[in-house]
């Protein structure tokens, strides 16, 4: 009997050390193990390799808008089960999941701020949202900001990140594509400059409208960006893809976007090209005019040989 | 004719072979089988309407995907005369899975721009199976723009599975390419009339589709990603690909519901490729009918309208007061039309 009697093991019960979950974080991109508040400090890049984590729009706002300067709209749109999608779990739970994970609506916050004073049209996209996919509201909240900033005579800023449409709206999905390009191309025939900042990762849907349609196209250091995903591309072509292929710097390099930008430059980076595009104002009406009265992005004097139209 | 059969439309050929049986086995021996005839003729009919009437959206994309059906060279043969095709993007190539050109309609000037996947093998490897790199967007934009200077409306006519996905097109700007389409089209001063032929494969169809009215042949589907794709990501299987295309609401008569289409050109009943004759007079009618209401716009109409179209397009909810959360009263739906 003895033979068969299963041997007794003693679990030793270490006693673990107290280290709360949350204080360190190891980095992607050097496998260097950050501290989280000093990571937090340095606007989540690695203070090593200057690798950049992903960020909310909570701590992008932070990044980019004059502080107090934000004021939310078109905060009242939801999602619904358009399609009624069946099969997978339901889009609604989906929603509320996300909702609760991310205390947002939807994947984008919109509104007007200022950045270094100046009022501009501001629309952030959260990855953790649903993989930033853009969706009904998405769309709808975008083409509201351009047509705001189209009313109001204000530069935009769409700090985009996305895997690309969100499947469970079917084509109201596609056709935002449609729609976010529409009130772009409204606002093109203006002199109201339309910045697009790409982050980690913008991809298909969102990369093919709005997000390639920039005045100007920043950057952030190795973000993804591209049309159709690595994998696709993997198993369609059987080709061996490029080093880097896909990456911000990738892209620079293949001449789509204007500059990479390290986070900690970006707030001043815009500022910067908001200035710089500025033109008519300066040369038309004296600088004096810049922030005040009737010189707000519109040119005083219209001048046909300066017209940027297509 | 020898055209490949779909697994749905497999009963309806045993029918057809027992037919065919059954009149060799007359003519050998003299027999005569008319009442059997008829009576297996009208089965035959019966079965092909029950059939088709119930196609599975599945079915549809199978039907919309068929290798024999008519494709955008087919149309322009049928229903385009003083055909002049334009090549080249003026940029870096010609791409040939994206045919445009200018020719006339009924008698009035057109200019037409729409994938071509190839007929034969020789031809598919040519047009690279209808999926369309940079240059094939760049080509539409170059020649709708020279359509739109010299006041020509715009035909797009839709066949694509999608924009290529290869090193090559992403390393010259595909999304761009496409994105710059979606926004150029509406500044466009001309009519433009879409049809969706075929497959129409996400961003690959919409950078030509971004029209005053889009039409959906009977059959055809129009979708933000492949059945096969939204099954692999939200199934984590492709096999579910018949379950996704009914959730994703594909097909032509579920886009009329939703507004994306604004009508549907009927099909022969067992599809395009059974008549593409009959199939190119149906599309005829319906773009020349929409050419017409069409020309009453004046270009700012024309761009206007399509704005507000577009502008239209999706499905949310719209709380009352922002502060104001959980009240289901101030809750209204914000319809697509």
Redesign the interface.
């Known amino acids: 009997m003895g033979f068969f009697k299963k041997p007794k093991y003693i679990t030793p019960k270490q006693k673990k050390r107290d280290i709360p979950a949350g204080l360190w974080r190891k980095c992607p991109g050097c496998d260097g193990v950050l501290f989280q508040q000093a990571l937090a400090d340095s606007l989540q890049v690695c203070p090593h390799c200057g690798y950049h984590f992903p960020i909310t729009h909570k701590e992008r706002l932070a990044c980019l808008a004059d502080p107090d300067s934000w004021e939310e709209h078109d905060s009242n749109l939801e999602s619904v089960d358009a399609l009624e999608f069946t099969g997978v779990a339901p889009y609604p739970e989906k929603l509320a999941y996300n909702q609760k994970k991310t205390g947002m609506q939807d994947a984008i916050v919109t509104g007007v701020c200022s950045i270094h004073g100046r009022p501009t049209a501001l629309g952030i996209m959260d990855f953790s949202f649903l993989g930033a996919s853009m969706g009904s509201v998405v769309g709808e909240r975008i083409t509201c900001l351009a047509e705001r900033a189209l009313e109001e005579r204000l530069p935009l800023i769409l700090v985009c990140a996305s895997g690309g449409a969100r499947m469970y709206e079917g084509m109201l999905s596609l056709m935002q594509m449609a729609k976010t390009s529409g009130a772009l191309s409204r606002l093109r025939e203006t002199r109201l400059p339309y910045i697009s900042i790409l982050t980690h990762p913008t991809m298909a849907g969102v990369m093919a409208s709005f997000a390639s349609l920039g005045d100007v196209i920043l950057a952030e250091p190795g973000a993804l960006i591209g049309f159709a995903g690595e994998r696709v591309i993997r198993e369609t072509t059987h080709e061996e893809l490029p080093s880097g292929f896909q990456t911000a710097e990738f892209l620079l390099d293949h001449g789509l976007i204007d500059q990479i930008v390290p986070r900690s430059e970006l707030k001043a980076r815009i500022s910067t090209f908001l200035d710089l595009l500025d033109g008519f104002t300066s040369f038309a009406a004296g600088a004096s005019e810049r922030e005040g009265g009737d010189g707000k992005g519109e040119p005083a004097v219209r001048d046909a040989s300066a017209s940027e139209s297509a | 004719m020898t055209l490949s059969t779909l697994e749905f439309e497999r009963p309806i050929r045993d029918l057809e072979d027992k037919r065919e049986q059954l009149l060799q086995l007359a003519q050998e021996h003299g027999i005569d089988v008319a009442r059997e005839l008829d009576s297996l003729n009208s089965k035959l009919a019966d079965l092909k309407r029950t059939v088709y009437a119930n196609l599975t959206p599945w079915q549809s994309v199978q039907l919309a995907r068929h290798p024999s059906r008519p494709q955008t060279q087919d149309y322009i043969n049928r229903i385009i005369t003083d055909w002049q095709e334009l090549h080249g993007d003026r940029h870096f190539a010609d791409d040939e899975a994206m045919i445009t050109g200018l020719g006339k309609l009924e008698g009035r000037k057109i200019a037409v721009i729409g994938q071509q996947k190839g007929q034969d093998a020789i031809e598919r490897v040519r047009r690279n199976f209808g999926m369309p790199h940079p240059e094939g967007y760049r080509k539409a934009l170059r020649v709708m723009k020279l359509a739109g200077r010299f006041g020509i409306p715009i035909l797009c006519l839709i066949d694509t599975a999608g ?5 090559g ?8 390419a ?3 389409n ?3 089209m ?2 466009l001063p001309v009519p433009i009339v879409a049809v969706v032929i075929g497959e129409g494969g ?2 690959g169809a ?2 030509i ?2 029209a005053d009215r889009v039409l959906m042949l009977q059959y055809a589907y ?4 492949s059945p096969e ?2 099954a692999a ?3 984590k299987d492709r096999a ?1 690909a018949p ?2 295309a ?5 097909t032509a008569p579920d ?1 009329l519901k ?1 507004g ?1 289409a604004d009508e549907i050109v009927p099909e022969p009943l067992e599809g395009a490729h059974r008549d593409p004759d009959a199939t190119a007079q149906e599309v005829q009618q319906a773009v020349a009918r929409c050419f017409n209401q069409l020309s009453e716009y004046s270009p700012e109409q024309l761009q206007a309208t ?2 507000e179209h ?2 239209r ?10 502060a104001a959360e959980d009240k289901p009263q101030g809750v209204e ?1 914000k319809g ?1 039309h």
């Open positions: 924009a290529y996905p290869g090193v097109a992403e390393e010259r700007h595909v999304a761009e496409i994105a710059v979606l926004r150029e509406f500044t996400s961003g919409l950078g589709g971004v129009y979708s933000v990603i794709g939204c990501i939200l199934w579910f379950d996704a009914a959730a994703l609401k594909m886009l939703l994306v399509r704005y577009f502008r397009m999706g499905k949310f909810s719209v709380k009352s007061q922002p739906d697509v």
